[in-house]
């Protein structure tokens, strides 16, 4: 079984220009997650997506990210302008919803955003 | 709010020892998960293991186990019998167990150095 798919790896650009990142899911998880890890520091949650649906955005500076997930199935984020502080792994993850029993998240090999 | 403090930053331990990693949360719910995840360098995130709140018994998984403590919100992790590819950020995690979201906060993570 194929894992979360990300791309690209490794992204520099100056503050003030706007980049994106995709993820593909593992095939048939309906959720999709987008996670923004700061050198130093844990994970922190920016969307949740169940199927094309936003459950979770709270924690998402909703100014310059914004995220998609048309058709249920891939998904993109995007960061414009971004800053300097938004240099961080921005990692994809996804899980099944499967009734009744744990759902475990599977992770992305995560994109590493450097904005100087 | 739920928060997952790890208050090491960094640990060794020589090959073939046993080591001990420590987590401690807060949290008002009575029902929820607690993870253990791997980050190799520059590789993905991957799920150690898991314990239920509501089991009393700890978690095991071959070399790796837990030593839960709900009413003190301890969660530590100990590696027996260490290994070189044990060599990664371990960080401790928390999920609610009935939330609509399945929502991980991160603790800022451990630092594990196996040395041979």
């Known amino acids: 079984e194929a894992g979360v798919a990300q791309s690209p790896r490794y992204k520099i650009i100056e503050k003030r220009q706007s980049v994106a990142f995709w993820c593909n899911p593992i095939?048939?998880?309906?959720?999709l997650y987008w996670y923004q890890q700061i050198l130093g520091q844990g994970p922190k949650l920016l969307i949740q997506f169940q199927n094309n649906g936003v459950v979770d955005d709270s924690q998402l500076p909703k100014d310059r990210f914004s995220a998609e997930r048309l058709k249920g199935v891939d998904s993109t984020l995007k960061i414009q302008p971004a800053k300097l502080e938004d240099s961080a792994v921005y990692l994809c993850?996804?899980?099944?919803?499967?009734?009744?029993?744990?759902?475990?998240?599977?992770f992305g090999p995560g994109t590493r955003l450097t904005v100087l | 709010a739920q928060t997952v403090t790890q208050s090491q930053p960094e640990m060794s331990v020589q090959e073939a020892e046993t080591v001990t990693l420590s987590c401690t949360y807060d949290t008002s719910e009575n029902n929820y998960y607690l993870f253990w995840y791997k980050q190799p360098p520059s590789r993905q995130m991957i799920l150690v293991i898991r314990q239920e709140a509501y089991k009393q018994q700890n978690a095991t998984e071959n070399r790796f186990s837990v030593n839960f403590q709900k009413a003190a919100k301890s969660f530590s992790l100990k590696i027996s019998d260490s290994q070189l590819g044990d060599t990664a950020m371990y960080f401790c995690a928390f999920m609610r167990y009935s939330s609509n979201t399945g929502k991980l906060i991160f603790g800022q993570g451990t630092t594990l150095q196996v040395k041979p």
């Open positions: 095939s048939g998880h309906a959720t």
């Open positions: 993850a996804s899980s099944p919803r499967l009734a009744g029993t744990f759902n475990e998240q599977f």
